[in-house]
């Protein structure tokens, strides 16, 4: 079975830029992968971020961003802002139309 | 603009079924992937199934593969979820999503709750 690892959670300061990955229980994510970022806060429907590693979606703000960090899908946020406090989960392509999201990064800006 | 609109939800017995859907307005209906994903209660999301444009391939998580039926119907502009022999870990949040460009969501429905209980 394939398990995606994010980290729980992490804080960053207003302003500040804080770096989350998603990685696989075995091997490397690349490209191939086609990792896309969500954004949820409790009780809404996801948002989505990033599709296919680094482009992002329609009325995101450019403080997002997607890329590989080694062996690992990355989002970043710079600048960040109090509403950027949430949860925010990776999604991978397996092929043969299979995906599977990540275990999820709680993100709290204080 | 594109939305999704879920309905169907509710409180079902366990071994019982019920059938999502979700209308969409405001895209070519047909020509894009559909896919469900479900929360359970304080848990991460869950990709459980997802479907072509055609209707023609479906796909689903081990977790619910052989219980569960995802469909469309192109002329309704209507997917469906059809959920059979429910359980208990069935519980959770489901939302639809339209495929994006590449192996992605971009829109999501609003989500809908359903509980697995006697």
């Known amino acids: 079975q394939t398990v995606v690892t994010q980290e729980p959670s992490f804080s960053v300061s207003p302003g500040g830029t804080v770096t989350l990955t998603c990685g696989l229980s075995?091997?490397?994510?690349?490209?191939?992968?086609?990792p896309s970022w969500y954004q949820q806060t409790p009780g809404q429907a996801p948002r989505t971020l990033i599709y296919?590693?680094?482009s992002r979606s329609s009325g995101v703000p450019d403080r997002f961003s997607g890329s590989i960090l080694g062996n690992k899908a990355a989002l970043t946020i710079t600048g960040a802002q109090a509403d950027d406090e949430s949860d925010y989960y990776c999604?991978?392509?397996?092929?043969?139309?299979?995906?599977?999201f990540g275990t999820g990064t709680k993100v709290t800006v204080l | 603009e594109v939305h999704l609109l879920q309905s169907g939800g509710g409180l079902v017995q366990p071994g019982g079924s019920l059938r999502l859907s979700c209308a969409a307005s405001?895209?070519?209906?047909?020509?894009?992937?559909m896919r469900w994903v479900r929360q359970a209660p304080g848990k991460g999301l869950e990709w459980i199934s997802g479907?072509?444009?055609?209707?023609?391939?479906?796909f689903y998580a081990d977790s619910v593969k052989g219980r569960f039926t995802i469909s469309r119907d192109n002329s309704k502009n209507t997917l469906y979820l059809e959920m059979n022999s429910l359980r208990a870990e069935d519980t959770a949040v489901y939302y639809c999503?339209?495929?994006?460009?590449?192996?992605?969501?971009?829109?999501w429905g609003q989500g809908i709750l359903v509980t697995v209980s006697s």
């Open positions: 999503g339209k495929g994006g460009s590449t192996y992605s969501f971009d829109y």
């Open positions: 405001g895209f070519t209906f047909s020509g894009y992937a």
């Open positions: 479907i072509i444009g055609s209707g023609t391939s479906t």
């Open positions: 075995s091997g490397s994510v690349s490209t191939s992968y086609y």
């Open positions: 296919s590693t680094n």
């Open positions: 999604m991978l392509y397996l092929g043969s139309g299979i995906f599977v």
